[in-house]
């Protein structure tokens, strides 16, 4: 069965303190990767696409990497308002649906 | 651009009765997809048209439930004789085309008393 497992389910980061957020996978046959981030009371937010192992994305402090097992979401000197939900999720060979993991809940305090 | 559009954003029912959710993707989006969303958790899959067709509603959990997108562009899910486990935020999403990413709508927040 196709499982996304994220880790950890919270995790509270000073300003300006960096992180990574660990998303793992175990799938038949991986067709993208995705993060996206979700606000309280708001539908997710796509974030960034990674097809293949060694591939790298980045967007203002947030850098995503893949590997063939994981992916992470790094966050450089982070500010309050990246304060949010991150969601990972797969797109199986064969599907066009999104599987989730459960997602990090990130609190940033200044 | 408008992005993803979805209403109501809140809907209360009672327990036995039908709703009916609207979504209205991006526009020129052929593909669009329905999630489930639990409290805490990460949404799941319900059901995927690309265009008018559905060709996956493995996800919809029981034959009370029921999706159509009748032009290809807008789509309604219906839920016969809600229950309380129906309680949840329904999400609509949209891609432009097969194996793009996809764009959500702000959801419907469900609650069945």
């Known amino acids: 069965e196709d499982q996304v497992t994220q880790s950890p389910e919270a995790l509270r980061l000073q300003e300006g303190e960096s992180s990574s957020l660990n998303c793992s996978y175990t799938v038949s046959g991986l067709r993208g990767l995705f993060w996206y981030r979700q606000d309280p009371g708001k539908g997710p937010e796509f974030l960034f696409t990674?097809?293949?192992a060694g591939e790298e994305k980045e967007k203002e402090r947030l850098k995503a990497t893949l590997t063939k097992k994981e992916s992470f979401l790094h966050i450089t000197a982070p500010k309050p308002e990246d304060s949010a939900t991150y969601l990972c999720?797969?797109?199986?060979?064969?599907?066009?649906?999104?599987?989730f993991g459960t997602g990090t809940r990130l609190l940033v305090s200044p | 651009g408008a992005g993803v559009s979805q209403s109501p954003r809140y809907k209360v029912a009672k327990r036995g009765q039908d709703v009916a959710l609207r979504c209205d993707p991006i526009s020129g989006h052929v593909s669009l997809f329905w999630y489930q969303q639990a409290l805490g958790q990460g949404p799941e899959f319900l059901t995927y048209?690309?265009?008018?067709?559905?060709?996956?509603k493995s996800g919809l959990p029981s034959d009370r439930f029921f999706a159509e997108r009748p032009e290809g562009s807008v789509s309604t899910l219906k839920i016969q004789r809600t229950q309380q486990e129906d309680s949840a935020v329904y999400l609509c999403a949209s891609s432009l085309e097969r194996e793009y990413e996809q764009y959500f709508g702000p959801g419907t927040r469900l609650t069945v008393t």
């Open positions: 999720a797969v797109r199986v060979t064969g599907f066009q649906k999104l599987v």
């Open positions: 048209f690309q265009n008018e067709a559905q060709l996956d």
């Open positions: 990674l097809y293949s």
